[in-house]
């Protein structure tokens, strides 16, 4: 069941969200943060969006740049196996850095959340969105890639593991990308009205608009009648039934 967050108007313009995203990737999500409701959401600074590359946080040798083999922040798995691993460092460096970027607050929404992206992870629903939202004002997430990244990590920092879902992709960018639009969304202001939640209320899987009637290739598609009643009781009824 939906976990509604109830906030006062007080609490509207104080409510900023920052992510704090681990990626070797952070171009990956430049189109989708420019557009639409979270491009606005940015614009208007009711959420941030930081970007950390473990390959900015290898040590530089003094007078001179790194070499192609000293970017590389990859190596073979112990213990034999396909694929390459991300090396320790770099990714937890990245974390520390966004750590202290981290804004401490005091009440309700304090500190950060570190979101370790793993197909066998805690699955994430609107749920634990709300809650995230409602108690943390900064939300790390470490994007895998690869074969993965060296498991001490975990062990360095206190993460939980979250999953979007029962399958596997290339990296952690996509879940990444879903887990920024979702929680965005419980930030109020991000929406312009928070009645916009589907979570919140009855959404029906069925939704018209004007025209009323159309025709398309002889045959005429009509809105169902009960959404043109006026009556409130009913329309809810047919949304619980459309819900079921």
């Not at 798995?77 to 401490?104: F, Q, T």
């Not at 629903?125 to 990244?149: F, H, P």
């Not at 990308?177 to 991000?190: E, L, S, T």
Request: proline residues 6%; hydrophobic residues 40%; positive net charge.
């Amino acid at each position: 069941m939906y976990c509604a967050v109830h906030l006062l108007p007080s609490d509207y313009n104080r409510l900023i969200m920052t992510f704090h995203i681990i990626s070797l990737f952070p171009s990956a999500f430049d189109s989708y943060l420019g557009e639409s409701i979270l491009k606005r959401a940015i614009e208007d600074k009711k959420i941030n969006i930081k970007f950390y590359n473990p390959r900015d946080f290898i040590p530089k040798p003094r007078g001179r740049g790194l070499t192609y083999s000293e970017k590389r922040i990859d190596g073979r798995p112990y213990g034999g196996g396909p694929g390459m691993v991300i090396e320790v460092l770099p990714v937890a460096r990245a974390v520390e850095h966004a750590l202290k970027n981290s804004k401490s607050k005091k009440g309700a929404r304090a500190g950060a959340k570190i979101i370790w992206l793993s197909p066998g992870g805690k699955l994430f629903t609107n749920n634990y969105a709300a809650k995230v939202a409602a108690k943390y004002s900064d939300v790390i997430i470490v994007c895998g890639r690869y074969e993965g990244i060296d498991a001490r990590v975990r062990k360095i920092f206190k993460v939980e593991e979250v999953s979007v879902g029962p399958f596997v992709l290339t990296g952690g960018e996509l879940p990444a990308m879903i887990i920024v639009d979702v929680m965005a969304r419980q930030v109020p202001g991000v929406l312009g009205d928070m009645l916009s939640l589907e979570e919140s209320r009855t959404a029906s899987p069925e939704v018209y608009t004007r025209p009323e009637v159309v025709e398309y290739k002889g045959k005429k598609y009509k809105v169902p009648k009960v959404l043109l009643s006026g009556d409130h009781n009913k329309i809810e009824e047919w949304r619980q039934r459309k819900n079921k």
